[in-house]
């Protein structure tokens, strides 16, 4: 079986989340009220749910939750039309944030982020190789001190059709019920609550 699980792990995550410890949010604040500010939130809860996905307990163990607790943050543009991501690490001697803007560029909705990205990579053992696509498609609700995650991850297969119909059916196979990998959705949702703004 040509093994997919290998693909997952080595993947550069879409988000960028920081394990550390955090205090709840102070105050009332209403959505979007911090324009050309980093706005920072401490994720409270988070789930992972499968559509259209093979079963396989190897391929779902590639997927996990959001930590409890990490940190997702973005700079809202003082205009309050786009938001730049934004990757955080554990500084809290004095729970401080430690952040720097990356290359992840969001739309403004209302009240709500949008981010649509694509990533590509080559599953290992494919001669000729069959790519592993994922698209994402993001949606941060903010709600005022509540922001609701939502990640949705369309994975399709490129390349040799011979070598990626082999992996599609190997997957399949492995799955109880009879899935691969192709058209898989897998979305990773959320809440956080509102740590602070900068």
Excluded: H
Aim: some cysteine.
């Amino acid at each position: 079986m040509v093994w997919i699980g290998t693909v997952f792990r080595a993947m550069t995550p879409l988000a960028a989340f920081a394990v550390l410890t955090v205090g709840a949010g102070c105050g009332s604040r209403k959505p979007m009220d911090d324009k050309g500010s980093l706005i920072s939130w401490s994720i409270t809860d988070s789930a992972v749910n499968f559509a259209n996905c093979a079963d396989d307990p190897m391929f779902v163990s590639n997927f996990t939750a959001f930590p409890i607790q990490s940190v997702v943050a973005y700079r809202l543009a003082k205009d309050g039309q786009s938001a730049t991501g934004v990757s955080c690490s554990d500084a809290c001697s004095n729970c401080q944030v430690s952040c720097q803007d990356n290359t992840l560029s969001y739309t403004v909705a209302g009240d709500s982020l949008l981010l649509s990205a694509q990533q590509s990579q080559a599953i290992m053992g494919t001669n000729p190789v069959c790519n592993l696509n994922q698209t994402l498609s993001r949606e941060y609700d903010d709600q005022g001190t509540t922001l609701s995650i939502s990640d949705a991850y369309t994975l399709t297969l490129s390349g040799d059709t011979t070598q990626c119909g082999l992996v599609d059916s190997s997957e399949k196979m492995a799955s109880p019920n009879g899935l691969g990998v192709e058209g898989c959705v897998v979305t990773f949702t959320g809440n956080a609550s509102f740590y602070g703004s900068q």
